[in-house]
């Protein structure tokens, strides 16, 4: 009897894990602004708060239903916002508490999410409370950072901060090295100590009291290290990824155990706010496995984690299937997958594929009827390039710190050392400054020279843009279930390997997606399947489906299906 009763409360459990409704966060698209380079308001040459509100109308226009701003607390601007001063005010070059308040009541008065970043591993050197950690041995906050003797000769230990070099720092006032997991000015909170933890809980609080909806982590992975300080092994590995390199395997500094416990800990803060239901979504690096537990068992700690491989994705059929397919196997229901292809730290997704924006539409399609959350980079939707900045004039921190190499290796790499590359103003229309900023006034970073042809104005007004195909692929995927809930298959023909073709299903509904990753033509043989053209780059919306169908050079098709 006791045995039925189990399987019987399996049974419901896997059926209440298939069928029931997905959380809404499960189900939106998040857009990610920059607030610097999205639109100036005011005329000084940044971004501001009041420059993201006027524009929501166009983000809402696009089809996006949550925002992420990257951060614009008050900060000395050093990492441009990740180096926070105060976390419950505005940096005024961007606004005011009221304007933030104003931002997030105007989202949410357009039916839409917004999410903050939230910058816990480390502060800004300035906070005032490192400012007074720093000033001697025994202060209150004496214990608020990692700080740590050092050897007799250097620092403490071996570890290595993720952008290379030691990531101890010495501080004459105390005679003790801090640490530092990215970059020097950016200390690295000690959240073995409980204060730590509790004030920061009560940041998370501050804006949740303001209705904010949820929060992007910044660096969760780097959160705690070994509180007995031990070396980091030695490993083979140089160029640093996920959480090894610099020679090694960072395993008491990044995802260390107690980080994942702390998981579970801010989780039960977000917990405390169930009406409505936020959300985290962590910056984390790790294999998926490492990834999957910083979600727990989906529902005790964060909601959400990255997944940051496929930013450097190969445009073949095969990477994108295997992807899926891994995806799906360690992301099955409760848990969902995050896509992105790019941010402000990385290569625009476009200039990976030739700045051509017939295979930024395959991507879009594959990005926006995948089982994920998609996330997109301000920009991406208009098919914004990656710009060429020197390191010598660069004003990303990273790149200054690399500002000695010589030019020519850097632009030998596939990957960008400067991050003001992928930073650059948001291109609105044809106007002076693509409109970002008034004429007359130089932009903090260079506008784009391709902005008269790649321009929100200019593709809004093309039916072929691919400004139209985000709108059309979201608004499909927010109207139909199988494309924000669905299951996902994935589905073999014999003949054409460089087709990726899967399905998205619920018990209502089922969509067939067909991507041609080949610059060729591909033939695939639809005999089993009937139905319609839902959303296509090469067929019109409503027309029939059968027998074979042959895909033009990166050509995509939505199908949705019949009864056979
Ligand atoms: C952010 C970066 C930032 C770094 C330090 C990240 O991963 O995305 O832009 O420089 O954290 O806060």
Redesign the pocket.
């Known amino acids: 009897m006791r045995r039925q009763i189990i399987s019987l409360s399996i049974l419901l459990l896997l059926s209440f894990c298939s069928f029931a409704q997905a959380p809404w966060y499960h189900s939106t698209t998040i857009y990610q602004i920059y607030p610097r380079s999205f639109y100036d308001s005011d005329g000084d040459g940044i971004g501001d708060l009041q420059g993201i509100i006027n524009k929501l109308d166009y983000i809402k226009q696009t089809g996006f239903q949550t925002i992420w701003v990257s951060p614009f607390y008050v900060s000395p601007q050093q ?1 441009h916002g ?1 180096d926070v001063a105060d976390y419950c005010d505005i940096t005024p070059e961007y606004g005011t508490l009221e304007l933030a308040q104003k931002l997030i009541d105007e989202v949410h008065a357009r039916d839409m999410h917004i999410l903050f970043d939230m ?1 816990l591993n ?1 502060t800004s050197d300035q906070h005032p409370w490192f400012v007074e950690s720093a000033s001697s041995k025994d202060n209150p906050k004496a214990d608020w950072y990692v700080w740590q003797d050092g050897d007799g000769k250097g620092p403490p230990n071996n570890w290595k901060s993720m952008i290379g070099g030691a990531a101890w720092h010495y501080s004459p006032q105390r005679d003790q090295w801090y640490y530092a997991a ?1 970059l020097p000015f ?1 200390p690295d909170l000690n959240y073995h100590n409980p204060e730590v933890k509790e004030a920061m809980f009560n940041v998370v609080r501050f804006w949740l009291d303001r209705g904010v909806d949820g929060f992007r982590l ?2 969760f992975n780097s959160m705690l290290e070994d509180p007995e300080f031990k070396d980091n092994p030695f490993s083979w590995t140089m160029i640093f990824n996920e959480d090894e390199g610099f020679f090694q395997k960072m395993e008491n500094t990044l995802n260390y155990s107690a980080t994942y416990t702390f998981a579970g800990e801010l989780r039960k803060v977000m917990d405390e706010y169930s009406q409505p239901q936020r959300f985290l979504l962590g ?1 984390v690096f790790g294999d998926y496995q490492q990834i999957k537990d910083y979600t727990g068992h989906g529902s005790d700690k964060l909601h959400l984690a990255f997944l940051f491989d496929m930013l450097a994705f190969d445009l073949e059929a095969d990477y994108f299937r295997q992807k899926l397919a891994e995806r799906e196997e360690y992301f099955p229901k409760p848990y969902m997958p995050v896509y992105a292809f790019s941010n ?2 990385r290569k625009r997704s476009i200039s990976r594929m030739d700045n051509d924006p017939a295979k930024a539409k395959l991507l879009a399609t594959f990005q926006l009827t995948a089982r994920g959350v998609p996330v997109v980079y301000m920009g991406e939707e208009l098919g914004m390039t990656q710009a060429r900045i020197p390191l010598k004039e660069a004003q990303d921190p990273l790149a200054i710190k690399y500002g000695w190499l010589p030019q020519f290796m850097v632009n030998m790499s596939d990957e960008s050392l400067n991050r003001d590359e992928c930073r650059t103003p948001v291109q609105w229309d044809t106007t002076t400054n693509a409109g970002f900023t008034k004429a007359g006034v130089t932009p903090w970073l260079p506008v784009q020279p391709d902005y008269p042809t790649v321009n929100a104005a200019t593709e809004m007004s093309d039916s072929t843009s691919l400004w139209w195909c985000f709108h059309d692929l979201l608004q499909l995927r927010e109207e139909h279930a199988a494309l924000h809930d669905g299951t996902l298959s994935l589905v073999e023909f014999d003949n054409s390997k460089d087709i990726l073709a899967y399905t998205r299903s619920t018990k209502q509904e089922q969509m067939l997606i067909l991507l041609n990753f080949s610059g060729k033509a591909q033939t695939v043989d639809l005999q089993n399947y009937s139905g319609k053209i839902v959303y296509s780059t090469y067929l019109s919306n409503g027309t029939l489906l059968s027998g074979n169908n042959t895909l033009p050079p990166f050509g995509t098709a939505v199908v949705q299906l019949g009864e056979k």
């Open positions: 990492d990740y910058v480390h990215f950016q910044d660096l910056e402000h730290d």
